[in-house]
T-cell receptor, first 114, second 110 residues
Framework: DGGITQSPKYLFRKEGQNVTLSCEQN?????MYWYRQDPGQGLRLIYY???????QKGDIAEGYSVSREKKESFPLTVTSAQKNPTAFYLC?????????????FGPGTRLTVT | DAKTTQPNSMESNEEEPVHLPCNHS???????IHWYRQLPSQGPEYVIH???SNVNNRMASLAIAEDRKSSTLILHRATLRDAAVYYC???????????FGAGTILRVKS
């Protein structure tokens, strides 16, 4: 089955620690995205990558870092500099441009930092 | 990116049609209208998208006003599984990002 895998589903960390969230896709999509969602709100874009070894900041990149060494993988590191890291994190990939464009989402990782 | 306006919440009865409105008065001629929905504790999923003409697929229909300043997502027979947050999003023709607003919470009553 093709899709996007995010692990783990729930993650707990102490304040001051960096944590890396995993995102893997086997859809052969070039573009990948990371979003953050807070309770009762829509998704906000953290980082996105159109191609391997290249990525761009989204609207709320401060306190986060990413890498894109392989087409299939786009890990997100939540650093200790992120002031409010507790949130639901969603990874996505996309296919197409112009008339045909669709994003596919993973199941998400719920991060709690105390 | 042009903005969209949606009601905060709507309620529907099971087995009845649901019309979810979206206003986008600043839409440009090359903006596509996308709809995604997000079930509780899951990632969003694609529902439908269109440019000018009405669109139908197995999940829903999209009715686009003639002036394109508004659109309506139509679920023909709501089921309990359709209870979700529905997002209306504009994307430029060659845009590669989606900007999610707060969406409309759809509640379906049995």
């Amino acid at each position: 089955d093709g899709g996007i895998t995010q692990s783990p589903k729930y993650l707990f960390r102490k304040e001051g620690q960096n944590v890396t969230l995993s995102c893997e896709q086997n859809l052969n999509h070039d573009a990948m995205y990371w979003y953050r969602q807070d309770p009762g709100q829509g998704l906000r874009l953290i980082y996105y990558s159109q191609i391997v070894n290249d990525f761009q900041k989204g609207d709320i990149a401060e306190g986060y870092s990413v890498s894109r060494e392989k087409k299939e993988s786009f890990p997100l590191t939540v650093t200790s500099a992120q002031k409010n890291p507790t949130a639901f994190y969603l990874c996505a990939s996309s296919v197409g441009t112009g008339k045909i464009y669709e994003q596919y989402f993973g199941p998400g990782t719920r991060l709690t930092v105390t | 990116d042009a903005k969209t306006t949606q009601p905060n919440s709507m309620e529907s009865n099971e087995e009845e049609p649901v019309h979810l409105p979206c206003n986008h008065s600043t839409i440009s001629g090359t903006d596509y209208i996308h709809w995604y929905r997000q079930l509780p504790s899951q990632g969003p999923e694609y529902v439908i998208h269109g440019l000018t003409s009405n669109v139908n697929n197995r999940m829903a229909s999209l009715a686009i006003a003639e002036d394109r300043k508004s659109s309506t997502l139509i679920l023909h027979r709501a089921t309990l599984r359709d209870a979700a947050v529905y997002y209306c999003i504009l994307r430029h023709e060659y845009g590669n990002k989606l900007v999610f607003g707060a969406g409309t919470i759809l509640r379906v009553k049995s």
